[in-house]
């Protein structure tokens, strides 16, 4: 059994961690009620956005935006792998980087891979693997999110597709459902799936001023707003997971202190009894002579 001074000396240690876990659960929090706050505004308008594409997409005759519809023959595939720049949220960035992956191994088996990270987590985790291509530009874009930064990345996704550079590009993130509850998700972003012979297909647009004028500003923009809604929902589903993981921290370091007081009490009980029987033990002695 340990004895008191190295039993004592734990007990502080695991009620400093606690304090520090209990701190990082509030900050997460405030934080996850601000990034909850930004998706939940963001995705009707997302959505809108999405609808009007489905619109669309059967109808497409602006042959600099066909490119964006058109399937070609799968050789190079570009994975926007979103995760977080720090850790101690469970396994948020592990199943993403599972994920990301798994899809390398399996559904790409044999392609050219490149990764786009945003995220340093993923960042340095692919700069590490074998077989795949890093383009880490976007991997600090989580200090300071915002739509321009959203943006940024979207419009070099769409460049780099527009020029042929790739001929797939699928986005795998957390999409956020609440503070416990994210969802693993890998989006197919380019090309555009059509989807002929819904609902959607059949409304028709009245355009003003002009037909190509307004898809050429509009389909990429919303294209666009669909890296940002990812890039947002990653954001929140990281401060719902940290929230969860240090509330769970927390727990565990407050039952690791009764079980440490237990032992400790134990250890202490056992110092006085030890004593008490030397005592005895010398006046018994001390008696007899």
């Known amino acids: 059994m340990a004895n008191l001074k190295e039993v004592r000396i734990r007990i502080a240690s695991v009620n400093s961690t606690?304090?520090?876990?209990?701190?990082?659960?509030?900050?997460?929090?405030?934080?996850?009620?601000?990034?909850?706050?930004?998706i939940l505004q963001m995705r009707p308008y997302a959505q809108k956005l999405n609808g009007i594409l489905a619109n669309l997409s059967d109808s497409m005759d602006i042959d600099s935006l066909k490119v964006y519809f058109d399937q070609r023959p799968i050789n190079n595939v570009l994975l926007v792998v979103i995760t977080s720049d720090r850790g101690l949220c469970g396994s948020f960035n592990a199943n993403v980087i599972k994920l990301a992956n798994k899809l390398i191994r399996e559904d790409y088996a044999g392609k050219n891979i490149t990764i786009l990270p945003v995220g340093r987590k993923g960042a340095d985790f692919f700069a590490k693997a074998e077989g795949v291509k890093v383009n880490a530009s976007f991997k600090e874009t989580l200090q300071n999110l915002n739509a321009k930064a959203g943006f940024e990345i979207g419009e070099y996704v769409l460049n780099q597709y527009s020029a042929g550079k790739f001929d797939k590009v699928e986005v795998?993130?957390?999409?956020?459902?609440?503070?416990?509850?994210?969802?693993?998700?890998?989006?197919?972003?380019?090309?555009?799936?059509?989807?002929?012979?819904?609902?959607?297909?059949?409304?028709?647009?009245?355009?003003?001023?002009?037909k190509e004028e307004i898809l050429l500003e509009l389909i990429p923009r919303i294209l666009k707003t669909q890296i940002y809604r990812s890039l947002l929902d990653s954001f929140a589903s990281e401060h719902g997971a940290r929230m969860v993981a240090m509330d769970k921290a927390t727990d565990n370091a407050g039952e690791l202190i009764k079980a440490l007081k237990l032992e400790y009490n134990r250890a202490r009980q056992a110092a006085i009894t030890t004593e008490i029987s030397e005592i005895v033990g010398g006046a018994a002695a001390l008696s007899g002579a």
């Open 172 to 210: 795998v993130y957390n999409q956020f459902k609440n503070a416990a509850t994210q969802i693993l998700s890998n989006d197919a972003f380019l090309p555009i799936a059509k989807q002929a012979g819904t609902q959607a297909s059949k409304t028709d647009f009245i355009f003003e001023p002009g």
């Open 18 to 38: 606690q304090q520090i876990t209990k701190a990082m659960k509030l900050v997460s929090a405030t934080k996850l009620r601000r990034a909850q706050n930004a």
